[in-house]
């Protein structure tokens, strides 16, 4: 094996390496594997904070991959021409990746993998992001599931397969192509200086990841089906952010979780249902691609959205005057996180109380959150503004104010983005307002917006809005 030609190992979002099925088949072949990151034009397009987290997701596993005797080369351009390049430059025969089924993704890997292949070239295609492929799952009538409690049922107990033993060591190349630097990618460089601020408040690589895992199943699975929702209690997983980044496998959590379950653990099956959410996400995005463009019901292209506006712009910056709207709006742009509770409240505030497009709310968090997945992100937001699958019904408002006297009975979550009051600044309102443009002139020192809306009337406007939705003849 000694003149094997190598292998270039693309990465996206699968850095880990523990249930590596791309990389573990690389090494296994006992030739040099080269892994290679492409800053492309689908990268580009991503939203400001996770690009940082990218970097930083790139910055660990780097040092991880050295750890082990490889590298980890940086390129930024075309994939397809940086391919082209590293190939010559190597002369590897084979180019291997992880799925990613995000659209721009999808369309980009079709046409890289047609073109290497017509080269001579291998290009193989591994999973890794999801449990099952969602080619492979389908109702009893040959289609996708659109219903998620379905879903649910079908795939409680299935077995999506043993985890892929850990990568200790890969061959290294005879001669390395040259890398980029990494602060040379500037991938976060558009949060500017919000930036600093977001860093300490990520935790990238696997090591974090499987720490998160395991103080999770420990400390906070036998009261989550309880406690998730209490927006001050740190009773989630927070394995959404290192899911994102393929940082662990959600194999690895489904084995886990599963195990805890068969123990008859309180809080496990309620946490596979969520872990089974993500999975109908993205296999719903994969069957219909336009889940982050368009209405899943058509009938809803009718409905007289807001576009952008000045109430718009106040939701964004956390100034609605609602204080559990503004506290996780904050939330959000201080850690690029937001407590899942909060997201459904602040959706259904966007959406329903100013009447204003799922697109717009949508497009925000893809620009803010580190933890941001396309599939959930899309889902999530037609789910609460009614428009799509398995939605909620057009009539369920959520109040902020009674959500906030139900899941922060004390007021303790407020108070961490808030404050107490007018000058008395919580440590999470100081790094708000340390972090948000200059050019939103904001005042700490300002007292708090008085509300953009009455809550009754707003939910008043809401429900005419979507009477007349439903009353609408049908188009012939």
């Known amino acids: 094996m000694s003149d094997a030609p190598p292998i270039l190992l693309w990465l996206r979002r699968d850095f880990r390496l523990h249930d590596h099925p791309a990389l573990a088949a690389a090494r296994a072949t006992g030739r040099p594997v080269i892994p290679v990151f492409i800053s492309d034009a689908v990268v580009a397009g991503s939203g400001a904070a996770p690009r940082l987290r990218l970097g930083l997701a790139l910055a660990v596993f780097g040092a991880t991959l050295a750890a082990i005797g490889s590298r980890l080369i940086l390129r930024r351009g075309a994939a397809l021409e940086v391919l082209r390049a590293l190939v010559a430059e190597t002369g590897a025969t084979s ?61 409680r107990g299935a077995d999506p397969g043993a985890e892929v033993e850990v990568v200790s060591e890969l061959r290294p190349a005879t001669t390395w192509p040259d890398s980029e630097n990494l602060e040379d990618l500037a991938l976060g460089a558009a949060m500017n200086r919000g ?128 204080p559990v709207v503004d506290a996780a709006m904050r939330e959000l742009y201080v850690t690029g996180r937001m407590h899942n509770r909060a997201r459904m409240i602040v959706a259904s505030y966007l959406t329903k109380h100013l009447l204003t497009d799922w697109r717009l709310g949508l497009a925000w968090f893809a620009d803010c959150l580190i933890d941001h997945d396309p599939a959930a992100n899309a889902m999530g937001w037609q789910w609460v503004a009614g428009s799509g699958p398995d939605a909620a019904p057009y009539f369920r408002i959520f109040n ?16 961490r983005w808030l404050g107490a009051g007018r000058g ?31 809550l009754a009337a707003g939910r008043a406007r809401a429900l005419a809005a979507y009477a007349g939705l439903r009353a609408a003849p049908e188009t012939p």
């Open 95 to 155: 180019v291997w990746w992880s799925r990613d089924l995000d659209p721009a993704a999808i369309a980009r890997d079709t046409a890289v993998k047609a073109a290497l292949k017509a080269a001579g070239i291998e290009a193989r295609s591994f999973p890794g992001q999801l449990l099952f492929a969602p080619w492979e799952v389908a109702t009893k009538t040959g289609g996708p599931y659109r219903v998620y409690t379905p879903f649910w049922k079908a795939l």
């Open 400 to 415: 902020p104010a009674s959500q906030a006297a139900k899941f922060d009975p004390e007021g303790r979550y407020r108070r």
């Open 424 to 454: 008395d600044l919580s440590p999470g309102a100081r790094d708000f307002f340390a972090a948000v443009p200059r050019r939103w002139q904001l005042d700490p020192a300002a007292p708090p917006p008085a509300p953009l809306v009455d």
């Open 195 to 322: 930036a600093a601020v977001l860093a300490r408040h990520a935790a990238p690589g696997e090591s974090a990841a499987q720490a998160r895992l395991a103080d999770f199943l420990d400390r906070k699975l036998l009261a989550y089906g309880t406690a998730r929702d209490l927006l001050a209690e740190d009773a989630t997983s927070g394995l959404s952010e290192p899911l994102a980044w393929g940082e662990i496998s959600p194999r690895r959590i489904w084995h886990a979780a599963q195990a805890r379950r068969a123990e008859g653990l309180p809080g496990a099956e309620d946490f596979l249902r969520e872990l089974l959410w993500r999975e109908f996400a993205w296999h719903l995005m994969y069957h219909f691609p336009t889940l982050g463009q368009a209405n899943w019901r058509p009938e809803w292209d009718a409905f007289p959205w807001r576009g952008e506006s000045a109430d718009a712009e106040r939701w964004r910056r956390g100034q609605t005057g609602e």
